[in-house]
């Protein structure tokens, strides 16, 4: 598994972001996947999962009805839709791939990407 979050960026409070996380492995898709995010001097929190068959999705309240995650099969990526983004959410992104555990707890991750950085401006 090699994960590669990309999509993050600079947006304005109140806009949209959409990350997406790839897998140069391809093999991903038997893993439950997160998203988790780390802002400065803070530690990595839990944002959204997914389970290996994208039937079940998980939020951390803090996201809860403004964002989604899902799999595209066809691109073999896992996304993040964030909206109504608030200067709060500023962090680096960063995707998982979960072999077992509880899927809100990034030390039971086995693989992770990168990251990629989000900042919201007020």
């Known amino acids: 598994v090699q994960l590669q979050a990309f999509g993050g960026g600079l947006v304005q409070a109140g806009g949209s972001l959409r990350l997406s996380c790839a897998d140069a492995?391809?093999?991903?898709?038997?893993?439950?996947m997160g998203w988790f995010r780390q802002a400065p001097g803070k530690e990595r929190e839990f944002v959204a999962a997914i389970s290996w068959s994208g039937g079940s999705t998980y939020y951390a309240d803090s996201v809860k009805g403004r964002s989604t995650i899902w799999r595209d099969g066809a691109k073999n990526t896992v996304n993040l839709q964030m909206n109504r983004l608030k200067p709060e959410d500023t962090a680096v992104y960063y995707c998982g791939a979960l072999w077992s555990g509880d899927v809100t707890r990034a030390k039971d991750y086995k693989y992770w990407g990168q990251g990629t950085p989000v900042t919201v401006s007020s």
């Open positions: 492995g391809g093999t991903f898709t038997t893993y439950d």
